[in-house]
């Protein structure tokens, strides 16, 4: 059964660093489309990067050039590193997997992710002013 665990969020102050982590319990995370999505309370489920399996990346606009994501093949695991940090950024954060075409990957699932692609159980940041 394929399993997504984050971890690595916690609270931080704003202009603060963290580094997200997912581990798969399968080695989905070679093939599939990985991606990290965010909800803030109140608001829509967001999508924030993309990272396909031939290493594209697709950026949003919130966290281009702040965010970096980057997976380790060889432990199953997707990270989400996120440097300064702004009390907007303050949701939890969601890694989520799906087998798609790379052109989906890099466009259609940040804004129409499938309900029943694999989504881990998140990790909350909170980033006070």
């Known amino acids: 059964q394929i399993q997504l665990v984050e971890s690595g969020g916690g609270s931080v102050q704003t202009g603060g660093s963290l580094r997200l982590s997912c581990k798969s319990s399968t080695d989905i995370i070679l093939n599939y489309c990985m991606a990290w999505f965010r909800q803030a309370p109140g608001k829509q489920r967001e999508g924030v990067v993309t990272l396909d399996s031939d290493g594209t990346t697709t950026y949003t606009a919130s966290a281009k050039d702040r965010f970096t994501i980057s997976k380790d093949n060889a432990k199953y695991t997707l990270y989400l590193q996120m440097n300064s940090l702004k009390p907007e950024d303050t949701a939890m954060y969601y890694c989520?997997?799906?087998?798609?075409?790379?052109?989906?990957?890099?466009?259609?699932?940040?804004?129409?992710?499938?309900?029943?692609?694999?989504w881990g159980q998140g990790t909350q940041v909170t980033v006070s002013s």
């Open positions: 989520a997997a799906d087998l798609v075409t790379l052109a989906w990957c890099s466009g259609g699932f940040l804004r129409w992710p499938r309900d029943d692609a694999y």
